[in-house]
């Protein structure tokens, strides 16, 4: 917490918020700036991590006002849904202290509730349904691609191509909302604690990406979630493989993030320069096999402790 008075506070998340509201209109008029939107929310962490809850909602209103008449009606709702809430839960979790995955964890979850919101919005007003549009575009390419093989007489190539096309319908909740929300969540909450860690007057010691653990009983979690899945595996009406798909992809990011971080912890352990180092992160994440090798390690992590954050 910051010692300023409200008229302090007041006028920080004014100037933070003007910043964050023409971003997001640059955002809107710019399309190459539209690559970028994810950042939209790091003004209002940075607001609330530094004035308060009720500083961040009353920048949040305005802002939207602003939004509202300055850009349509459909952006300021869409920017205020998937955004701005998230941006309050990440936010609130800094100016509290909370552990980093506390955080990424509560602004994770509010932007998976927004989003759902939001589409179910889409439906109701404009009869567009993102989920469903997605699923088309997906059968669409793979139904070409199979036409083609088939005029190959290529049957087993088919099959397979069959049994892509099932696997990417089952794993479509986790591709369109959850694995953004997570890793969106993540982004912003280190971008804004760099940019926090560079501001005048606060002096809290904020965790670097390196803190970054899940809890010591996740693998309890996880245990119990594929015991729970299994008692409503005959139960009808619940989609079990899409249950229990997407749960694995949901684990596999979160223990890929954790294996990530401890890659980072020890490449500053034996002291390897920071340079070298964000190449050597990069290239690690672009390499199929060091990728799942990573999620293995942040899954051992989980439970092993490597770097002894959890004493």
Same mark, same amino acid.
């Given at each position: 917490?910051i010692?300023?008075? *409200?008229?302090?506070?007041?006028?920080e998340?004014?100037?933070v918020?003007?910043?964050?509201?023409?971003f997001?209109?640059?955002?809107n008029?710019?399309?190459?700036?539209?690559?970028?939107?994810l950042?939209?929310?790091?003004?209002?962490?940075i607001?609330?991590a530094?004035?308060?809850?009720?500083?961040? %909602?009353?920048?949040i209103?305005?802002?939207?006002v602003?939004?509202?008449?300055?850009?349509? +009606?459909?952006?300021?709702? &869409?920017?205020?849904?998937?955004?701005?809430?998230?941006?309050?839960f @990440?936010?609130?979790?800094?100016?509290?202290?909370?552990?980093?995955?506390?955080?990424?964890?509560w602004?994770?979850?509010?932007?998976?509730?927004?989003?759902?919101?939001?589409?179910?919005?889409?439906v109701?007003?404009?009869?567009?349904? %993102?989920?469903?549009?997605?699923?088309?575009?997906? =059968?669409?390419?793979? *139904? #070409?691609?199979? =036409?083609?093989?088939?005029?190959? *007489?290529?049957?087993?190539?088919?099959?397979?191509?069959?049994?892509? #096309? =099932?696997?990417i319908l089952?794993?479509?909740?986790s591709?369109? @909302?959850?694995? +953004?929300?997570?890793i969106?969540?993540?982004? *912003?909450y280190?971008v804004?604690l760099?940019?926090?860690?560079? &501001?005048?007057?606060?002096?809290?010691?904020? +965790?670097?990406?390196k803190?970054?653990?899940? +809890?010591?009983?996740?693998?309890?979690?996880?245990i119990?979630?594929?015991l729970?899945?299994m $008692?409503?595996?005959?139960?009808?009406?619940?989609?079990?493989?899409?249950i229990?798909?997407?749960?694995?992809?949901?684990?596999l990011? @979160?223990f890929?993030?954790?294996?990530?971080c401890?890659y980072?912890?020890?490449?500053?352990?034996?002291k390897?320069?920071?340079?070298?180092?964000? $190449?050597?992160?990069?290239?690690?994440?672009?390499?199929?096999?060091?990728?799942?090798?990573?999620?293995?390690i942040? #899954? $051992?992590?989980?439970?092993?402790d490597?770097?002894?954050i959890?004493?």
């Amino acid at each position: 917490m910051i010692n300023m008075s *409200n008229r302090q506070r007041l006028t920080e998340a004014g100037i933070v918020s003007v910043i964050g509201v023409i971003f997001s209109i640059l955002v809107n008029n710019i399309p190459f700036l539209s690559l970028f939107a994810l950042f939209i929310s790091i003004p209002y962490i940075i607001i609330t991590a530094r004035c308060g809850i009720k500083h961040s %909602i009353i920048s949040i209103v305005v802002s939207s006002v602003i939004l509202l008449f300055v850009t349509n +009606p459909i952006y300021a709702l &869409t920017v205020f849904l998937l955004f701005f809430v998230p941006a309050v839960f @990440i936010g609130y979790n800094i100016y509290k202290n909370k552990s980093p995955v506390n955080a990424v964890s509560w602004g994770a979850f509010a932007s998976i509730i927004t989003i759902v919101i939001y589409i179910k919005l889409v439906v109701v007003f404009f009869n567009f349904d %993102i989920i469903e549009q997605t699923i088309k575009m997906f =059968e669409q390419a793979l *139904n #070409m691609q199979q =036409e083609f093989l088939t005029q190959l *007489n290529s049957m087993e190539k088919n099959s397979k191509i069959a049994f892509i #096309m =099932e696997y990417i319908l089952t794993i479509i909740p986790s591709i369109v @909302i959850i694995i +953004p929300s997570i890793i969106i969540s993540f982004t *912003n909450y280190f971008v804004s604690l760099f940019i926090l860690r560079r &501001t005048k007057g606060y002096n809290e010691k904020l +965790p670097s990406i390196k803190d970054f653990a899940l +809890p010591g009983n996740i693998f309890i979690g996880v245990i119990l979630i594929y015991l729970l899945s299994m $008692i409503l595996k005959d139960i009808n009406g619940i989609y079990y493989n899409t249950i229990i798909i997407n749960t694995e992809i949901v684990f596999l990011i @979160i223990f890929l993030i954790q294996g990530i971080c401890v890659y980072s912890y020890f490449l500053d352990k034996i002291k390897v320069r920071q340079g070298i180092k964000n $190449i050597l992160l990069v290239v690690s994440i672009l390499i199929g096999p060091l990728l799942f090798m990573m999620s293995i390690i942040g #899954m $051992i992590d989980s439970v092993v402790d490597f770097r002894r954050i959890r004493r």
